[in-house]
């Protein structure tokens, strides 16, 4: 059972912007900490970015820093990842997932509470 919902995929050139978004109608996502991860054919899940949802605090992993930018919309349930600067190596299914826990969301998100089914990210160069 899919408790979250991605969605913001698609197809763009290299140097070019999607917005993905994450959302729930089971419960409030200010109580969780939501992670977007990633995962190319014939690599292993990687963890993205996260936000907390109970102190905001953000993380990026390195190959996304100053072009991605995670953030929250409490009225609407939402969490975002704004993907700038496109590159061929952003291609990747993404996916999120809420935990009370950050503590997995660098990594391969072992043990999320809740994830949602993927959406596909396509960069071409």
């Known amino acids: 059972d899919v408790q979250l919902q991605a969605s913001g995929g698609g197809l763009v050139q290299a140097g070019g912007s999607l917005r993905l978004s994450c959302t729930t109608s089971?419960?409030?996502?200010?109580?969780?900490?939501v992670g977007w991860f990633r995962q190319a054919p014939g690599k292993e899940r990687e963890g993205v970015s996260y936000?907390?949802?109970?102190?905001?605090?953000?993380w990026y992993v390195d190959s996304v820093k100053g072009r991605f930018t995670i953030s929250s919309d409490n009225a609407k349930n939402t969490v975002y990842l704004e993907m700038n600067s496109l590159k061929p190596e952003d291609t990747a299914v993404y996916y999120c997932?809420?935990?009370?826990?950050?503590?997995?969301?660098?990594?391969?998100?072992?043990?999320?509470?809740?994830w949602g089914k993927g959406t596909q990210v396509t960069v071409s160069s």
């Open positions: 997932a809420a935990d009370p826990s950050t503590a997995t969301m660098r990594g391969i998100g072992d043990g999320m509470d809740y």
């Open positions: 089971r419960f409030t996502l200010d109580d969780y900490a």
């Open positions: 936000i907390n949802g109970r102190d905001g605090a953000t």
